[in-house]
């Protein structure tokens, strides 16, 4: 997330940005010349490599376990890479006038490839993962929509980004690590799984956190009409 913005406001607040030995890595990036812009870019390619590792364990290949692994460690590695464009950008000067565009763009497209991944992984559910690709989308639209009303920027929600992100996270570790005896499966003909009562989690609490910021918009632009 390339957080460019010249409103404090406009910046998702975030605890990471306080580690020490990542605003080293930082440091290092803004004197090494990389662009947050470019840090964007890597972004989408960690989360289209993320979307397909959670593809393959859909498909009962011997390696699934691995897959599950590598979904959550690339998850992990977006998020730094959402925390270290803005810091670069901000932090160390090195915004542009095209960073708005980097700054959600890239967002959008790593929420769908990963939700519509969870979609085809195993226990997944294709129509639960491409519902809450168009959810995370709404709940995203929402926020900017309100910003250009007039609201502050609304970065809360039970199924914001990082609401998102902490239960795809989980689930795939569990089904890293979990045993198959610890698997279960439900829903029409029992074949969902754990990951398609995440989706279906992150679609009501998307639903709900869209509604929420509306009425917290709608409220805030009355009050200072």
């Known amino acids: 997330m390339n957080e460019q913005s010249t409103k404090a406001s406009d910046r998702r607040p975030l605890q990471l940005r306080a580690w020490k030995w990542l605003q080293s890595v930082a440091t290092w990036m803004a004197d090494a010349g990389i662009s947050p812009n470019a840090i964007s870019v890597a972004g989408i390619l960690i989360a289209l490599a993320c979307g397909l590792a959670l593809f393959g364990t859909g498909h009962q290949s011997a390696s699934e376990r691995a897959l599950w692994f590598t979904a959550a460690f690339l998850m992990l ?6 925390t ?12 542009t006038r ?22 085809y992984a195993h226990g997944g559910d294709i129509t639960l993962g ?6 995370a989308l709404f709940v995203a639209y929402v926020r900017t929509l ?23 996270l989980a689930v795939s570790i569990y089904m890293a690590a ?3 005896a610890w698997q279960f499966t439900w829903g029409p003909d029992e074949r969902w799984g754990l990951v398609a009562l995440a989706l279906l ?20 632009l009355r009050d200072n009409a």
């Open 77 to 82: 590695l977006r998020v730094l890479a959402n």
């Open 84 to 95: 270290l464009d803005g810091m670069v950008a901000v932090e160390h000067g090195k915004a």
């Open 98 to 119: 095209v960073g708005l565009l980097y700054n959600e763009a890239p967002d959008r497209i790593a929420d769908v490839v990963i939700l519509i991944g969870a979609g």
């Open 130 to 135: 491409y519902l809450a690709a168009c959810i």
């Open 146 to 168: 309100a910003r250009t009303a007039g609201a502050p920027s609304d970065f809360r929600g039970l199924m914001n980004k990082r609401g998102r992100v902490l239960t795809l």
């Open 178 to 180: 979990a045993p198959a």
């Open 201 to 220: 989690i992150i679609c009501v609490g998307g639903a709900y956190t869209a509604a929420w910021r509306l009425r917290t918009a709608g409220r805030y």
